[in-house]
């Protein structure tokens, strides 16, 4: 196995302990946060799917804290990609560009891992 460097480890770690954190003060609201204002549709959607967002927060942690102790690392990378490229629509289309970059964040260390494991994943697409 290709040793890990020191750039892939500390990005594991970041996106790992940012999926953590974000999950818990969903639960817990320790860092003040807020959506702002959306568009309806947007208002729209969140009241539809309300119901499933502690499943979706508890999925987070689960998925940061496997990725803090490098457990099932590719495979979680790719299972966190739709949800991360997601997250990224969902802020763009709030239209408030400057609240996007929580999600910019997630997004691109998200890619950058994935690049970093590329050849893990080769097998699936021969």
Do not use: C
Request: glycine share 4%; proline share 6%; hydrophobic share 55%.
């Amino acid at each position: 196995m290709k040793p890990q460097s020191p750039v892939s480890v500390w990005f594991r770690l970041i996106l790992g302990l940012f999926l953590i954190f974000y999950a818990l003060n969903q639960f817990f609201h320790f860092i003040p946060f807020t959506y702002g204002e959306m568009p309806e549709n947007t208002r729209d959607f969140i009241d539809a799917v309300v119901g499933y967002l502690p499943y979706l927060y508890i999925f987070e942690i689960i998925i940061g804290l496997l990725l803090v102790f490098n457990k099932w690392t590719p495979f979680i990378l790719i299972v966190l990609f739709p949800l991360s490229i997601s997250f990224l629509i969902f802020n763009l289309s709030d239209n408030d560009f400057s609240k996007t970059w929580t999600a910019l964040i997630v997004a691109v260390l998200n890619v950058v891992l994935l690049l970093h494991y590329k050849e893990k994943y080769k097998p699936l697409f021969s």
